[in-house]
């Protein structure tokens, strides 16, 4: 069982940026790939980056591509969202969730553990 938590979610001007963590504990981090999500009310929840269990492989939704950067820290059982350049409609929760499934996995029904999501608004 792995516990997730992310933070560092906030209000910010378009064009400025936040970095998002997402904290694991409870199991072995390292031996899951990871995701970050967003959702906002009344739509599904979309993916938006994904990293392998080594940090060597990583893939952005079109809608992110150049301006947020997916990383992790396996020493430190964390894992970050780096998000530059922010417009107003990057604005929703953001998850965080495990995979262990082999192979790039950009569907949300094929992660195992789920964070509680944290709030992202960006302003115009």
């Known amino acids: 069982q792995v516990q997730l938590v992310e933070s560092g979610g906030g209000l910010v001007q378009a064009g400025g940026s936040l970095r998002l963590s997402c904290a694991a504990s409870g199991g072995a981090f390292k031996t899951y790939a990871m995701g970050w999500f967003r959702q906002v009310p009344g739509k599904e929840r979309e993916f938006v980056s994904y990293i392998t269990w080594n940090g060597i492989s990583t893939i952005y939704a079109d809608s992110v591509k150049g301006r947020f950067t997916i990383s992790r820290d396996n020493a430190e059982n964390t894992m970050y969202l780096q998000m530059n350049r922010l417009k107003p409609e990057d604005t929703a929760v953001y998850y965080c969730?495990?995979?262990?499934?082999?192979?790039?996995?950009?569907?949300?029904?094929?992660?195992?553990?789920w964070g509680q999501g944290t709030q992202v608004t960006v302003s115009s």
């Open positions: 969730a495990a995979t262990s499934r082999v192979g790039t996995v950009t569907q949300l029904r094929l992660y195992d553990y």
